[in-house]
Every structure is written in C-alpha cells, then in structure tokens.
C-alpha cells in the first residue's frame, strides 16, 4: 500500500526516508489555526488529523501520515516566528527555562484513523543577548516552531532534553512506527 506524508517539512522527509519508507509527498492545504477553546493536546491532534483528512479525501487508496508540533511553555504555545524580533524575545523568553514539544500523529486508512500524541521536554541554556544574536544571525530559527532547530546549529542552545529527538525535530517515528507498518502491509 502506498504511503503519503501530507507534509512538506524537510525535517519529517528526511525522518521518514532515514527509515527506508517509500513516500509520496502530498502538502497538505489546511489552514492551520489554533483553537483557543482546546487543550494543547487537543490542538495538535486536531491539526494533524485536518491536515491529513484535506489530502486523505483524494487518496482513499493510501495510507496518509499527518502530524503537527508545537513549543509549549507556560501553558501557552509558541508558534514559527514572525520576524527577527518575535524570534529574539521567544528565545530570550525560553533562556534558562525548560519548554515542552509536542506533536500529535495521525495516520489514516480507509476506515481506520490512529491517533497518538508525544512529548518531549527541552531545557535551554541561560542564553546572552550576543547568544540570541549571533543564533538568529544563522537564519536557522525561521520558519522553526519556538525559533530554533535542534537539530542544528539551535543545539548549541540546548542544556539538555528528556523524551524522543525525532519528536523534537518534528516525526516521533519510533512511537507509530509498528502500527503504520502494520496498516501498510494489511
């Protein structure tokens, strides 16, 4: 069965294909909003889920990956940065501090939808001003949920973290791994 990531992220492609899957690459076209009425949780499973369904709906015949991660601190989610300065006072903000990622996972199949939801924890180093500055000089923050990749050169900001690397990046892979292999060989 043919598997599809409705996603365009470099960092989910790269996830997957380390893997050895066989993917095609549909984005999906949802407009992602947050709803403020839902829990974090609630809210990524709901993103991943719409995200996947808008592609799902044209390929009934596929299984269809769909994800969505967040930066949480204080309760509160930190989205991709506007410009420099959003990314500057995130960053700022996150300094010495421990944040949690989350990213819900939906896989879809004719009549079967899973859903799963990871969380990993990520404590940043107390981080000067000239830190910050000399980061954001590197272009690596745009475009990145919490205006870092730790994947990257973002690493050098990072104390420590607890839970699943790939969740961080943007994939838990290792959480769904054996029920999407599963639905792709039923």
Do not use: W
């Not at 990749?149 to 900001?157: M, S």
């Not at 961080?168 to 292999?181: A, H, M, R, T």
């Amino acid at each position: 069965m043919k598997l599809i990531l409705a996603s365009k992220s470099p960092r989910r492609i790269e996830i997957l294909k380390r893997c050895g899957y066989d993917f095609d690459i549909i984005p999906s076209n949802y407009e992602e909003v947050i709803d403020d009425s839902l829990s974090i949780e609630e809210n990524v499973l709901n993103l991943a889920y719409h995200k996947g369904e808008s592609v799902f709906k044209d390929h009934r015949d596929a299984v269809v990956l769909a994800s969505d991660t967040v930066v949480c601190f204080n309760n509160i989610i930190i989205g991709k940065p506007k410009n420099d300065d959003d990314a500057f006072k995130t960053l700022r903000m996150l300094s010495g501090q421990t944040h949690y990622v989350k990213t819900g996972v939906v896989l879809l199949k004719k009549d079967e939808i899973y859903k799963t939801i990871v969380t990993s924890e990520v404590t940043f180093k107390e981080l000067t001003d000239q830190d910050i500055l000399d980061y954001l000089a590197t272009n690596e923050h745009q475009d990145k949920a919490g205006s870092y990749a730790i994947q990257g050169i973002g690493k050098r900001l990072v104390k420590s973290f607890k839970g699943d690397f790939d969740n961080i990046v943007g994939l838990p892979i290792n959480n769904f791994k054996d029920k999407l292999n599963m639905l792709l060989n039923k």
